[in-house]
């Protein structure tokens, strides 16, 4: 169980390091040498990698302990949580490949970069939380 753990935080950390990027970028903070279209399309393969093994890791240690997990309310707004921002990315991924890898992409981004920094700041507090949990419950 701690290699599936320890594999399951290096996947978060490579997820959470392209949302921080994007997200400041979207909000023209970092990286303007390049589009965020451009940063999008270089995060992608590695992104879709991660949340995959994210999932992979994630069932394994649902099964090792499911009623820790499945009846934790932490665990379930954590849920909650990933699969709004999975469809934020999905739908920002999108209107950046059409936005073409020199072309601002334009209205909206810069709120939803915002968003998905906020959205990054509750799953810190949710990871804070569950590691609290598991060892102070």
């Known amino acids: 169980m701690p290699a599936v753990q320890s594999v399951h935080v290096v996947a978060v950390a490579i997820v959470f390091t392209a949302a921080v990027v994007l997200a400041l970028r979207g909000m023209e903070l970092v990286g303007r040498h390049w589009s965020i279209a451009r940063w999008s399309r270089y995060f992608r393969g590695s992104t879709i ?6 999932l ?5 240690m649902i099964l090792a302990e499911p009623k820790r997990e499945l ?3 932490v665990f379930r707004a ?3 949580t990933i699969v709004v921002t999975l469809l934020i990315a999905h739908m920002m991924g999108r209107r950046l490949r059409q936005a073409g890898v020199n072309r601002t992409a334009g209205g909206g ?3 939803a970069a915002i968003f998905v920094l ?3 700041l509750l799953w810190t507090g949710f990871a804070m939380a569950g590691r ?3 060892y102070a419950g």
């Open 71 to 73: 009846m934790n309310q």
């Open 109 to 111: 981004v810069r709120l």
């Open 56 to 60: 992979a890791t994630g069932l394994v």
């Open 49 to 54: 990698l991660a949340v995959w093994t994210l």
């Open 78 to 80: 954590k849920m909650v």
């Open 132 to 134: 609290w949990i598991a």
């Open 118 to 120: 906020l959205l990054l």
